[in-house]
């Protein structure tokens, strides 16, 4: 069970990016999160592993507090949380299988990790990842010598070394096609099925929302504005899509029919 | 929304003057014209550019002239002294009517099209005052150029002087008196077993300044290297030794094949001091074979040019070395993205940039030049002025390698549970190693450069022979440095290319 309790962020510039947000799943969930770009989804996630620390609010994980943990406890708990970016965050100019390894890093000991060493067992895991991802033959390349999709997937195998129980997927395919993006979810629907790993995505398509989600929230300006179980989300409209993207959406078409007419 | 601009370009066609009273403007102040016209910026170019160039070209004519106390007499000897610069005056005579007639023009039609004449001339009148102040004389270079084949010749080919072998000398001698008297010198002894050499008669006279002759000595010698070439020195009371000239050449002769030969020599002029001139003296005859019979070695110059190499590059290197560990620590506190937490680190971030650019923009030869003052020469005055230069410039470019660095790795290393010390091994250093690696050789390859000329103002290093060599005329010495020199840069520039092209 996962509950997050009246969690705000409020940055160092007063920008309020999460306000008083509530809610929780059980375990095995695949949770999406839409919202408009700025409604404090990015913000959300980080605050689950603590990349951002939340202002005010709770985080229960089994019981546990994560706003509250510190120091090891907090990278202990971190190394059960594998996270997935939009712009991959791999290093460049790291091999693939490296980029994958440092999936391994909350177990590993510093005094290892100063000569870049990984146990055997370790290695035979990457691999294993590497495999199960479809990139195995890419193993010893240099990361920014792959494609888009296969860089994410390197991202998804770095998230999988850590043998997480949740998975953070920030826009995991907003840099993505969707021929790609589809890949790319399908993964994530797998280590969800077939792991029990608990997924919390936050996604732009409806269609892929429509497709993958097990239960959705919808953020505008901080505040949780839409909540659907699966058969809801199933019969979700592009009305009802858009209204969750709120009144910028309209304005930002607003917008453009004045430049058209000034145009004319 | 048109109407405006309809406005603007009509009164754009209006000059404020009419077009003969802007042309007369102009003649008065160049450029006026142009301005009352409505020419605002042309007016001003043409009117800063006038503005430079006549006071530029009175400073030069007063200067050529400058014996002269009339103006209109500095004028003409100095159009005697530099014809050059008849022709900047015409050029700024012909800038003058050019600007009158372009404000005619522009006055008369402000449509007219812009011309690039006015501009064309004082470019041209700027490249004449050029050509004056820059002394330039291609004549000269053309002319000269004989004399520098013959040197660059040997700084080119100096390899004659890189080898040098023992010379061993074979001796004859005879003593001859000077002038004759009652008891002459005997004749040497023909010894069987070394070389000899006898004299008839053994006293003489000199030849004197007037021209007169001196005595015909006829040499006979034995036991010499057989064909081989034999000089005749003399050697004076005072043990001074000077090979003989007659008829302008030095005196040689090849010896038979029995290592002989006989030689009748007039006896040489030599500058005597008053006081021994009318006592007999005895001077000493010479006949001296030289074979370069030892084995070849290197010589001087040729170990003396790969010392100071040597010490060259390790004064690069050790340039680079201090270097990298002083700027290494600068860099962090002059990377921005590190240091705009607060107010008070951005204040050093600032401080320490602007100090790195102040060293930066003083040359490694004028810092040579200070720390040569502080430290005194030799090469370590040259590595206290490459490290302060290098410091600077590695700083700069390890600090914005620093700002470049992508924070997504970062926050996905941390993601996983590494700590600090992980998360600087895995997303930070493998980000900027490849930069800093790559400014580092590239530093280095400057340095090393930079050391081989620091030495000109005598921060050691292999420089410090160039000039040394070049202000003895020796060309040929020089030629060795100036070879070691762009052997060391080829190699260095190959092999610092070859590990940026594996690192980045």
């Not at chain 1, 913000?43 to 620390?53: A, E, V």
């Not at chain 2, 084995?295 to 001087?300: D, F, H, L, R, V």
């Not at chain 2, 002083?326 to 951005?346: E, K, Q, V």
């Not at chain 2, 914005?400 to 997504?408: P, R, V």
Request: charged residues 20%.
């Amino acid at each position: 069970m996962f509950e997050v309790r009246n969690l705000t962020k409020i940055y160092d510039d007063g920008t309020v990016a999460v306000k008083n947000v509530s809610f929780s799943i059980p375990d095995g969930e695949f949770l999406v999160v839409i919202g408009l770009s700025g409604s404090g989804k990015s913000t959300l996630l980080r605050c689950i592993n603590r990349l951002i620390d939340p202002t005010e609010g709770e985080i229960l994980w089994d019981g546990v507090d994560l706003a509250q943990i510190e120091g090891e406890d907090l990278r202990v708990v971190r190394r059960k949380i594998g996270m997935v970016f939009q712009h991959f965050n791999l290093v460049k100019r790291s091999s693939v299988l490296t980029n994958v390894l440092a999936g391994r890093l909350g177990y590993t000991s510093s005094w290892q990790s100063l000569f870049g060493r990984f146990s055997e067992d370790d290695r035979q895991l990457a691999f294993a990842a590497l495999d199960r991802l479809g990139i195995l033959d890419q193993a010893d390349k240099r990361a920014d010598e792959l494609s888009g999709g296969q860089q994410q997937r390197v991202g998804v195998a770095r998230a999988l070394m850590q043998e997480p129980r949740m998975i953070l997927a920030d826009e995991p395919v907003a840099s993505l096609d969707p021929v790609l993006a589809h890949s790319i979810m399908e993964h994530l629907e797998r280590l969800n099925q077939e792991d029990g790993i608990t997924i919390i995505c936050s996604l732009h398509y409806l269609d892929l929302v429509q497709r993958y989600a097990s239960s959705v929230i919808g953020l505008r300006e901080g505040e949780i504005v839409y909540r659907g179980a699966k058969a809801e989300i199933r019969g979700m409209t592009d009305k009802q899509f858009r209204e969750i993207y709120g009144a910028d959406a309209e304005r930002v078409g607003d917008l453009t029919g004045d430049l058209n007419s000034d145009d004319q | 929304m048109n109407l405006p601009i309809k406005n603007a370009l009509a009164e754009r066609k209006t000059s404020l003057v009419p077009a003969p009273a802007a042309a007369i403007i102009s003649l008065i102040i160049p450029g006026l014209g142009h301005i009352l016209a409505r020419s605002y910026q042309r007016g001003l170019l043409l009117m800063l550019s006038m503005g430079s160039i006549v006071p530029l070209l009175y400073s030069r004519i007063s200067q050529v002239g400058r014996r002269q106390e009339e103006l209109l007499d500095k004028i003409t000897r100095s159009f005697q002294l530099e014809p050059i610069l008849i022709l900047a005056t015409v050029a700024v005579v012909l800038l003058y009517i050019v600007i009158v007639g372009d404000a005619y023009r522009l006055a008369r039609d402000r449509t007219a099209r812009n011309s690039l004449a006015p501009f064309s001339v004082v470019l041209i009148c700027f490249f004449v005052l050029g050509w004056q102040i820059g002394d330039i004389d291609v004549g000269l270079f053309i002319r000269e150029i004989g004399d520098a084949k013959f040197r660059l010749g040997q700084i080119m080919w100096p390899w004659a002087r890189a080898i040098s072998r023992d010379a061993s000398e074979t001796l004859g001698i005879q003593e001859i008196k000077i002038p004759c008297d009652d008891n002459p010198p005997p004749q040497s002894e023909q010894t069987p077993d070394s070389a000899w050499l006898t004299a008839s008669p053994t006293c003489g006279n000199l030849s004197l300044e007037d021209g007169t002759q001196g005595s015909i000595l006829t040499l006979v010698a034995g036991n010499l290297t057989p064909n081989t070439e034999v000089d005749i020195l003399w050697q004076d009371p005072v043990n001074n030794i000077f090979r003989q000239r007659q008829g302008g050449e030095y005196i040689t002769i090849t010896t038979d094949e029995n290592g002989g030969f006989e030689l009748d020599i007039v006896m040489p002029y030599r500058l005597i001091p008053n006081s021994a001139a009318d006592k007999s003296l005895i001077w000493k005859v010479r006949a001296r074979q030289l074979s370069a019979t030892g084995a070849i070695g290197p010589s001087t110059e040729l170990l003396l040019a790969m010392s100071k190499m040597i010490e060259t590059i390790f004064l690069g290197m050790m340039a680079t070395l201090f270097g990298i560990v002083l700027a290494l620590p600068l860099s962090f506190i002059a990377a921005r993205n590190l240091m705009d937490g607060s107010s008070a680190t951005l204040a050093i971030y600032f401080v320490v940039r602007s100090l790195l650019n102040i060293v930066r923009s003083v040359e490694p030869l004028i810092w040579a030049v200070i720390a040569v003052a502080v430290v005194g020469l030799g090469p370590f005055a040259g590595i206290v002025a490459l490290t302060l230069h290098s410091i600077a410039a590695l700083g700069k470019l390890y600090s914005e390698a620093i700002e470049s660095i992508d924070t997504g790795p970062i926050e996905a290393i941390q993601a996983t549970g590494a700590n600090w010390i992980q998360i600087v091994i895995f997303a930070v250093i493998p980000q900027i190693i490849p930069p800093f690696v790559s400014f580092t050789i590239y530093r280095w390859d400057i340095n090393v450069r930079l050391s081989t000329i620091i030495g000109l103002v005598g921060g050691g290093g292999i420089g410090f022979l160039l000039i040394q060599w070049m202000r003895i005329s020796d060309f040929k010495a020089a030629g060795i440095a100036v070879w070691f020199i762009i052997i060391t840069v080829t190699i260095l520039d190959f092999v610092s290319s070859e590990i940026r092209h594996r690192f980045v």
